[in-house]
């Protein structure tokens, strides 16, 4: 299993507590899951030259570690050139496959009018027909996460319509949870499009608007890992993980508030409760960790403590 750069953000932020000084993101993540014993990386390489890529390929063929790149689609034509030459850099740093969102931010945070979305979900569909040439171009497999923008349908939508042997999904195991559709149906649903896997687990606990949505190590939580890990495996053998739980505050999922529907004004009701049931079933009796408000080295420790026992859980109970 390999490691997303998000899931040690705070001992970025911390700039690896003085190790791996010098070195671009890309490298020094590199050289801190190596230390970890993961089987690879997923990040933005921020490479500049080829250099850096041949660089950065080596030190991957050294650990036997595989690179998967973060990208951004062309916003338009005049942006297509930025990012063929992204793609190039990322092929020649051995990355196979790049991560991508059509929608930076939360659908229920982000957006006002239910048309404000839909004009942003157009403007991905753009993005990734224009990025589309380019990846069958390289030869290049594209994973476009489910990043609490579109519930199944509309994601599985806009793969149709672009039809594309290069274009997939990077496949968040529990972001639309926020949407209020069941986990496990969700990465049964996308299965099959997969190209790369964000694996997490997640806690939850009921508060005034909605509910709080936490991530927690792997097997701390309440999402069915084997049978996840299970039915992506059977659609895609050669299918590669990445660890992505985020140490931070837990996210306010305000199900229970108008603005919540904006831009989701056909959700069945049958779905806000199963979803409800499904929170107060798992519901911690405890109070959630506040991250942001502990030490940096307490940040830090609990970072490191919830990679090394995602780590652990996925050798010996996912077999990963």
């Known amino acids: 299993m390999g490691i997303a750069s998000n899931a040690l953000d705070i001992h970025q932020r911390l700039r690896w507590d003085g190790r791996h000084a010098g070195l671009g993101l890309a490298q020094a993540l590199l050289e801190e899951c190596h230390l970890l014993g993961a089987g690879g990386i997923q990040c933005p390489l921020g490479l500049k030259d080829a250099a850096a890529a041949s660089e950065l390929r080596r030190r991957a063929e050294h650990y036997e570690m595989f690179v998967e790149a973060s990208l951004t689609p062309p916003r338009d034509d005049a942006d297509v050139a930025r990012f063929e030459k992204d793609v190039q850099l990322a092929k020649a740093a051995r990355a196979s496959v790049g991560r991508t969102v059509i929608m930076p931010g939360r659908r229920y945070e982000q957006f006002k009018s239910l048309e404000e979305f839909h004009r942003s979900e157009a403007q991905g569909l753009k993005s990734l027909q224009l990025a589309e040439p380019v990846l069958a171009r390289h030869r290049f497999r594209l994973a476009v996460e489910n990043h609490k923008d579109q519930r199944i349908a509309e994601k599985l939508?806009?793969?149709?319509?672009?039809?594309?042997?290069?274009?997939?999904?990077?496949?968040?195991?529990?972001?639309?949870?926020?949407?209020?559709?069941?986990?496990?149906?969700?990465?049964?649903?996308?299965?099959?499009?997969?190209?790369?896997?964000?694996?997490?687990?997640?806690?939850?606990?009921?508060?005034?608007?909605?509910?709080?949505?936490?991530?927690?190590?792997?097997?701390?939580?309440?999402?069915?890992?084997?049978?996840?890990?299970?039915?992506?495996?059977?659609?895609?053998?050669?299918?590669?993980?990445?660890?992505?739980?985020?140490?931070?505050?837990?996210?306010?999922?305000?199900?229970?508030?108008?603005?919540?529907?904006?831009?989701?004004?056909?959700?069945?009701?049958?779905?806000?409760?199963?979803?409800?049931r499904l929170v107060k079933a798992a519901s911690l009796a405890e109070s959630m960790v506040a991250v942001s408000r502990l030490p940096d080295a307490e940040q830090r420790d609990l970072e490191r403590r919830q990679v090394e026992q995602s780590l652990a859980y996925a050798r010996d109970k996912l077999g990963l």
């Not at 964000?198 to 606990?205: C, I, N, P, Y």
């Open 157 to 276: 939508e806009t793969l149709r319509r672009l039809s594309s042997e290069y274009i997939g999904v990077c496949v968040d195991v529990g972001n639309n949870l926020a949407l209020m559709e069941d986990p496990l149906e969700v990465v049964r649903a996308l299965a099959p499009w997969a190209v790369t896997v964000h694996l997490k687990d997640h806690a939850v606990r009921e508060y005034a608007e909605g509910f709080l949505l936490a991530d927690v190590a792997l097997g701390a939580g309440f999402l069915d890992l084997p049978a996840m890990v299970k039915a992506l495996r059977e659609a895609k053998p050669d299918l590669r993980f990445n660890f992505e739980t985020i140490t931070r505050d837990a996210l306010k999922v305000p199900v229970l508030t108008d603005g919540y529907w904006t831009t989701l004004p056909d959700s069945p009701a049958r779905e806000l409760a199963r979803t409800w």
